[in-house]
């Protein structure tokens, strides 16, 4: 008989949740409660492979008793709370929020946020012509990937993969402070000259598309990517006896990248260089 491992059972906490009642496992988060019940919230810095940042705050809701708006990727549901997700604070903080990111950084590439923009009635103009931009041009120093940080949020996502969350090589970091703080490598090097390893883990977290592969942005600048045509094939790395699951998405019958799910208990969305980028062998012509 084969032992099937089980998790330590958790204890149910129970809540109210926009007037109704809600029972999660302990220790989870307002966001999944939401989640659980079907309810859209917004996120941009959250991801279901890092720890929170807390770093856009699209995701806030309204806590019974509490001073501030709550992260609801990171507050943990505790017995007796009482939350709401659709309150007016916490819409107007929404959208005050989506108008600060869409008027200071390209948002053309981010999922939904043209949707969200427009739900919560955002107008990112009301700023005037004057509100200060990011303006940096792409980034095109490989083959791999192009950093584009005109649509940099500064979420961290990138920070924390290439971090100490995941590859542990701390190629990149956050320099400078205020609206000059930005994504950099050690001593804002060029990207073939620092640590980096190409292992694209940062592409895979990134949430806006700053950080892209280089054929998808060859492909966007050409007005060629068609996600709505892309096919989706899981198969296995065979560079290693690791086993890594791959997720080739093909549009006209070639490879465009390749990603991992990240509920894979073995790569959690991780990959290395060859794992990720090793594809172009397949349909070399020369």
């Not at 390209?106 to 005037?128: C, H, M, Q, V």
């Not at 930005?182 to 073939?192: F, G, N, Q, S």
């Not at 895979?204 to 050409?222: H, I, N, Q, W, Y």
């Not at 594809?279 to 070399?284: A, T």
């Amino acid at each position: 008989m084969t032992a099937i491992p089980l998790g330590v059972p958790r204890r149910l906490v129970e809540f109210t949740l926009d007037g109704r009642e809600a029972r999660v496992p302990e220790g989870s988060t307002i966001l999944d409660a939401c989640r659980a019940a079907g309810k859209d919230i917004l996120t941009l810095c959250q991801g279901d492979t890092l720890a929170p940042k807390n770093a856009c705050r699209v995701c806030v809701v309204e806590v019974e008793g509490a001073r501030t708006l709550a992260p609801a990727c990171s507050r943990k549901a505790e017995a007796g709370m009482e939350v709401r997700t659709d309150t007016e604070r916490a819409r107007h903080s929404r959208k005050v929020v989506l108008e600060l990111l869409a008027s200071s950084v390209n948002l053309s590439t981010t999922p939904r946020a043209a949707e969200w923009i427009k739900e919560y009635e955002a107008k990112p103009d009301r700023f005037g012509p004057d509100a200060a931009r990011v303006d940096e041009e792409p980034r095109v120093d490989n083959d791999l990937y192009v950093r584009d940080y005109d649509k940099c949020i500064l979420c961290y996502k990138c920070v924390d993969a290439c971090g100490d969350q995941w590859q542990n090589t701390f190629a990149i970091s956050v320099v400078g402070r205020g609206f000059d703080a930005r994504i950099a490598v050690e001593h804002d090097a060029p990207l073939t000259d620092s640590a980096c390893v190409y292992c694209g883990n940062c592409v895979e977290v990134c949430p806006t598309g700053a950080l892209s592969f280089k054929s998808e942005f060859d492909m966007r600048a050409a007005g060629t990517w068609n996600e709505a045509e892309q096919t989706e094939t899981t198969t296995v790395c065979a560079y290693c006896g690791v086993g890594c699951n791959l997720t080739l998405h093909v549009q006209d019958n070639e490879i465009v990248k390749v990603t991992s799910p990240h509920d894979n208990p073995v790569t959690h969305g991780n990959l290395c260089i060859k794992g990720r980028f090793g594809y172009q062998h397949v349909q070399n012509r020369d």
